[in-house]
C-alpha cells in the first residue's frame, strides 16, 4: 500500500501563492505516476496536473496552465504543486493521488491511492 499525506493549504488572496505537498510512504516503488485533483463544492473531482516519477513527464488541466507548476522529489517520496495567480474560482480540496500503470491517466477512478486532501481557500 502506499500511504499520502497532503499539507501546504491555506488561504489566500486572489493573485496570491501557494504551494502544496504530497508525502508518499510504504510501497513508492510501485508509483508510475504521481496526480493533483481538486474538488470544489457541488462539484465532480477533477484533474489538475500529473507527473510520472521516473521521467519527469508533466500534464497540466487547461485552467491551470501557466500558473501551476507540479515537481517531485524523489529522494524525500514528495511530490509538489506551486500554485500562482490563483483565483476565486481554485478554491476546492486539493487530493493527491497515484497511479501504478505505466499509461497516463487524467480520470480519478485510474487512481489507486489517495491523500486526506488539503483545503485550499481563495478571497476575492
Known amino acids: 500500500q502506499v500511504q499520502l499525506v497532503e499539507s501546504g493549504g491555506g488561504l489566500v488572496q486572489a493573485g496570491g501563492s501557494l504551494r502544496l505537498s504530497c508525502a508518499a510512504s510504504g510501497r513508492t516503488c510501485s508509483i508510475y505516476t504521481m496526480a493533483w485533483f481538486r474538488q470544489a463544492p457541488g462539484k465532480e473531482r477533477e484533474f489538475v496536473a500529473l507527473?510520472?516519477?521516473?521521467?519527469?513527464?508533466?500534464n497540466y488541466a487547461d485552467s491551470v496552465k501557466g500558473r501551476f507548476t507540479i515537481s517531485r522529489d524523489n529522494a524525500k517520496n514528495t511530490v509538489y504543486l506551486q500554485m500562482t495567480s490563483l483565483k476565486p474560482e481554485d478554491a476546492a480540496v486539493y487530493y493527491c493521488?497515484?497511479?501504478?500503470?505505466?499509461?497516463?491517466?487524467?480520470?480519478?477512478?485510474?487512481?489507486?491511492?489517495w491523500g486526506q486532501g488539503t483545503q485550499v481557500t481563495v478571497s476575492s
Open positions: 507527473i510520472t516519477w521516473t521521467r519527469g513527464y508533466t
Open positions: 493521488a497515484t497511479d501504478p500503470s505505466s499509461v497516463v491517466h487524467t480520470t480519478p477512478n485510474r487512481y489507486n491511492y
